[in-house]
């Protein structure tokens, strides 16, 4: 892959004894810029075209343990747009977003609001799957947020909810807690944004349930006015 022949490079030159290269900023924005294709038609027919443009990515070092691309899935008019942190194994191995247990006890999160998946679009932050199920690192974040930031442009949510932590500062990009962030209503792209926890860390700390339930009805009041 063209990643790892550049970080061997990297490697090469840092035993050689250079300890520094400079790269145009603009070369490097350009470099993570997500494959294009015409953007006219429906919104489903746009999202599927650019999903089979980038499956093959390899703009991160995830790219090279992956089984299978998550592009994201659900209504490609959805007015809430659903975002975690990245995909776990059982995404990895089918291609879609919440597939395993976190996922089943989304869709129960969801039905307790009365809103179904396919009535949503679901993503994540990365593509990728990060190794033993770690948080995606802040270069593996960057080389994949054109790639959402195109869904969000494409799919046009009025709503989006960042679950977990990990989603929630890296898409506000800040340094505040989950509690902090949890408590306000943010502004993405001039979305309505909210937080709240991964459906993950509610099967590991069910005590977290109550005050998610708090979110959510938070979430769905504001979706029913829309």
């Not at 027919?45 to 299978?68: D, F, H, M, P, Y």
């Not at 919440?98 to 989304?106: E, I, M």
């Amino acid at each position: 892959m063209i990643r790892k022949s550049i970080r061997n490079y990297l490697d090469y030159l840092k035993v050689s004894g250079i300890d520094e290269v400079f790269i145009d900023k603009s070369v490097f924005e350009q470099a993570l810029q997500p494959a294009t294709v015409p953007v006219t038609g429906e919104p489903g027919e746009v999202l599927a075209r650019l999903e089979e443009a980038n499956r093959n990515c390899t703009k991160c070092v995830l790219s090279e343990g992956r089984n299978k691309f998550v592009y994201g899935a659900g209504n490609p008019r959805a007015k809430m747009m659903l975002i975690g942190e990245g995909p776990g194994a059982n995404e990895d191995r089918v291609g879609k977003p919440f597939v395993g247990a976190a996922g089943q006890l989304l869709d129960k999160m969801l039905a307790a609001i009365n809103i179904k998946r396919e009535d949503i679009f679901i993503g994540n932050m990365v593509k990728c799957r990060p190794p033993n199920n770690r948080d995606p690192n802040p270069e593996e974040v960057a080389a994949c947020r054109p790639l959402l930031d195109q869904q969000i442009d494409i799919i046009k949510p009025q709503i989006i909810v960042l679950l977990g932590r990990v989603a929630a500062q890296a898409l506000l990009e800040t340094h505040a807690t989950l509690s902090n962030m949890r408590q306000g209503e943010h502004q993405y792209r001039g979305i309505r944004t909210f937080a709240t926890y991964h459906p993950a860390a509610l099967l590991r700390n069910p005590s977290f349930k109550k005050a998610a339930w708090v979110d959510l009805q938070r979430i769905r009041d504001v979706y029913n006015a829309l």
